[in-house]
């Protein structure tokens, strides 16, 4: 179980691992999980000496990160059986439909009343692409999009940009809530509950009540959404199952 991602506060694999192990060891496999070193440029090194020294018969990646599509290219060449969790291929993979997804969440605010919903989305440097990003980034918007076209309403999707890994005091600033001199949204519909989080963080500074004053939702149902003061509204990536799957 090869797990592509950086960074110790980032989001750990435990639904993805368990629905493994436990799909591995009704027949009679053990599971080893290995993870990418931190920093960039290492994978290179690392996943060629894990194929050789490991003595594996199949390779599931869990994919939180870009690192990945890196690595890819190196994972078909070694003829491994690969399948991947969270990540779309056309073949062996098990992902989501997160444009599904995006558009029932949207659909959840509207239904109860609001209209001005922000999208919010995290980027990790200035010239980020949305391309670039994971494909949920970019399906998640579009189910979104697609709620409020059929509302007669226009989206408004704004990114932050924050660290890659979370950090104590990582905060959204202030203004970011404004958009420019717009008004401020009836609701928040947030990529993933850790940057649900976040912003409630914000909304707690300014003195703004959720949802009294604005509604906030978050996405994925992992530990971050479990962990925040007051109950989040979420929508639940069904890791384990995925994981067994794959």
Do not use: C
């Amino acid at each position: 179980f090869f797990v592509a991602k950086k960074g110790v506060y980032t989001r750990p694999p435990e639904g993805y691992l368990m629905g493994v192990s436990d799909a591995a060891q009704r027949r009679g496999y053990r599971v080893i999980l290995v993870g990418l070193e931190n920093g960039e440029g290492h994978f290179q090194e690392t996943v060629p000496s894990l194929l050789r020294e490991k003595n594996l018969d199949a390779l599931v990646v869990a994919s939180y990160h870009h690192l990945s599509s890196l690595i890819h290219d190196e994972l078909t060449d070694s003829g491994l059986p690969v399948v991947y969790v969270n990540d779309r291929h056309e073949h062996n993979s098990s992902w989501l439909d997160d444009q599904a997804g995006g558009r029932i969440m949207a659909d959840y605010l509207l239904e109860r009343g609001y209209r001005n919903i922000v999208f919010a989305l995290r980027t990790h440097s200035e010239n980020q692409r949305l391309e670039d990003m994971h494909y949920s980034a970019v399906e998640r918007i579009e189910g979104y999009k697609q709620a409020m076209a059929t509302a007669g309403l226009e989206p408004d999707v704004r990114t932050i940009q924050m660290k890659e890994m979370l950090e104590v005091n990582q905060r959204i600033p202030d203004e970011w809530l404004l958009g420019g001199g717009k008004p401020l949204p009836d609701a928040i519909l947030a990529y993933d509950d850790d940057l649900a989080n976040s912003i409630a963080k914000l909304l707690y500074r300014k003195d703004i009540r959720i949802p009294d004053q604005i509604g906030l939702t978050g996405y994925n149902g992992a530990y971050a959404s479990l962990s925040s003061w007051l109950p989040l509204t979420t929508m639940r990536i069904p890791a384990y199952e995925m994981g067994y799957a794959a």
